[in-house]
C-alpha cells in the first residue's frame, strides 16, 4: 500500500480550504494561484471552452466576457471525481 506524499497530502488541504471559504463559486483569480497559473491564461482558457470546470459566455457584439468556476464542478474535476462518503 502506498503512502500519501506529504506534498499531496497539503494540496488536499489547501483544496478543502479553497472549497470551504467559496462554496458556490470560486473566484478565477483564486482558482488560478491554487493551479499554480497565471489568472489571465486560466481567462483564456475558458474564454476558449478549453476548460472542463469552468463556464464562459460573451455578451453580444463580444464587448463584455465574463466566467464563472462552480466549486463542486472545480472540486469533482481535481479529484476525479473520487467521493469517499456523501452525507445528505
Given at each position: 500500500?502506498?503512502?500519501?506524499?506529504?506534498?499531496?497530502?497539503?494540496?488536499?488541504?489547501?483544496?478543502?480550504?479553497?472549497?470551504?471559504?467559496?462554496?458556490?463559486?470560486?473566484?478565477?483569480?483564486?482558482?488560478?494561484?491554487?493551479?499554480?497559473m497565471?489568472?489571465?491564461?486560466?481567462?483564456?482558457?475558458?474564454?476558449?471552452?478549453?476548460?472542463?470546470?469552468?463556464?464562459?459566455?460573451?455578451?453580444?457584439?463580444?464587448?463584455?466576457?465574463?466566467s464563472?468556476?462552480?466549486?463542486?464542478?472545480?472540486?469533482?474535476?481535481?479529484?476525479?471525481?473520487?467521493?469517499?462518503?456523501?452525507?445528505?
Amino acid at each position: 500500500m502506498l503512502k500519501m506524499p506529504a506534498p499531496v497530502s497539503g494540496k488536499l488541504c489547501e483544496l478543502e480550504k479553497l472549497v470551504e471559504e467559496n462554496p458556490i463559486t470560486i473566484p478565477l483569480n483564486l482558482c488560478a494561484e491554487f493551479l499554480g497559473m497565471a489568472a489571465d491564461s486560466l481567462r483564456r482558457s475558458i474564454e476558449l471552452g478549453k476548460c472542463p470546470f469552468a463556464i464562459g459566455w460573451t455578451s453580444p457584439g463580444g464587448s463584455y466576457r465574463g466566467s464563472k468556476i462552480p466549486t463542486v464542478t472545480f472540486w469533482l474535476w481535481y479529484t476525479a471525481g473520487k467521493v469517499e462518503e456523501v452525507t445528505l
